[in-house]
């Protein structure tokens, strides 16, 4: 498999789950309540787990951060802003395009109709309901995943799916995490939390797809420290970092088991962060401060995407990659 393929097939998959979390995000933002919050407080936040907080002020202007619709305009229909709904699905479909021998028939047909819904009835539906725009890309996300697991073969191309979905995944959680965590103020099983604080805790699961999650295993009150126990180190929900990190650790070894004789650099930092990740549970990352791990992880991320990209994606010119 050749490096340009593989590169379209993990940012293929990247992208879906960023239009997802986007769209994941937005709609509970849209419909939750935040009691007192401050419209800026609430909007900005958005905008600073996206990362387009600096750059929707330059363009945008600063007067516009507590904007309901301004915010949801761009961050939806933005094609200058990277992370919106509708940059993130043309990238998609730009990438689904130009490796159509790799993906089934039913994965392309998926992407290629969802890009045809957004051109059109997707912005009729966001003018008359934006919440069930959202809804409806999210689950044109969960059925673009269902087609991948449903219809490809486990190989190699479908690898390199998985590599880019978890990435996306873990580095936006973490990120939607420190930033409501930053703004909730630090949490520990002695603090007493009053009803909107946990109210903020539920919308942070549901923003992260974990609602159901937290109390399937927790069967408790929403708690600060517990919520972060869940969407951290739970080993069976698909929305927790520990579980992101372990399932790339798998994949990842499977594809560098296919060049046999090199060093992966991207292997040696993922084991070295989910190791430490390891070492922070039993509320050890509560202790020694959330927003420490948090920055910690998601720069860690960062750092395993792009030794990704080096490793496989633009690999020494002498040497030809065959994973």
């Known amino acids: 498999m050749i490096s340009r393929v593989a590169e379209s097939c993990f940012w293929l998959q990247r992208y879906v789950e960023r239009a997802e979390s986007t ?11 935040d009691g ?20 929707f002020v330059e363009h945008v202007g600063a007067d516009h951060v507590d904007d309901r619709e301004r915010v949801l305009e761009y961050l939806t229909w933005d094609a200058a802003c990277p992370v919106s ?27 290629n109709r969802t890009w045809l819904w957004l051109q059109k009835d997707g912005r009729e539906l966001y003018a008359e309901d934006p919440t069930e725009f959202y809804q409806r890309v999210r689950e044109a996300g969960q059925l673009f995943r269902g087609a ?18 978890h990435l996306e995944r873990v580095g936006q959680i973490a990120r939607i995490l420190d930033v409501k965590y930053h703004m909730i103020g630090p949490t520990s099983r002695d603090k007493n939390e009053d009803v909107q604080t946990m109210a903020t805790w539920v919308q942070l699961l549901l923003a992260c797809g974990a609602y ?13 420290y517990r919520v972060v126990d869940v969407l951290v180190f739970s080993r069976s929900s698909p929305r927790s970092i520990l579980y992101g990190l372990l399932e790339m650790e798998r994949t990842l070894d499977m594809v560098v088991g296919l ?34 791990g948090l920055t910690r992880l998601v720069e860690g991320v960062a750092g395993i995407g792009q030794s990704l990209y080096e490793y496989f994606f633009s690999p020494p010119s002498q040497v030809m990659v065959q994973a």
């Open 23 to 33: 769209a994941r995000l937005l709609r509970t933002t849209t419909l939750g309540s």
């Open 36 to 55: 007192e919050m401050p419209m800026a407080q609430r909007w900005q936040s958005i905008l600073t787990v996206t990362g387009e907080y600096p750059t």
């Open 85 to 111: 709904i509708w940059s993130s699905w043309a990238m998609a479909r730009e990438n689904a395009r130009g490796i159509r021998e790799a993906i089934s028939a039913e994965l392309w047909d998926v992407c």
């Open 148 to 165: 991948v697991l449903g219809t490809m073969l486990d190989d190699e191309p479908r690898w390199f799916m998985d590599l880019g979905l």
């Open 212 to 224: 159901e999650h937290f109390f399937r295993q927790r069967n408790s009150t929403v708690r600060g």
């Open 259 to 292: 060049v046999p004789g090199r060093q992966c650099e991207s292997s040696r930092r993922l084991h070295a962060l989910r190791r430490w990740l390891q070492s922070q549970e039993d509320g050890r990352m509560v202790e020694n401060g959330v927003h420490a």
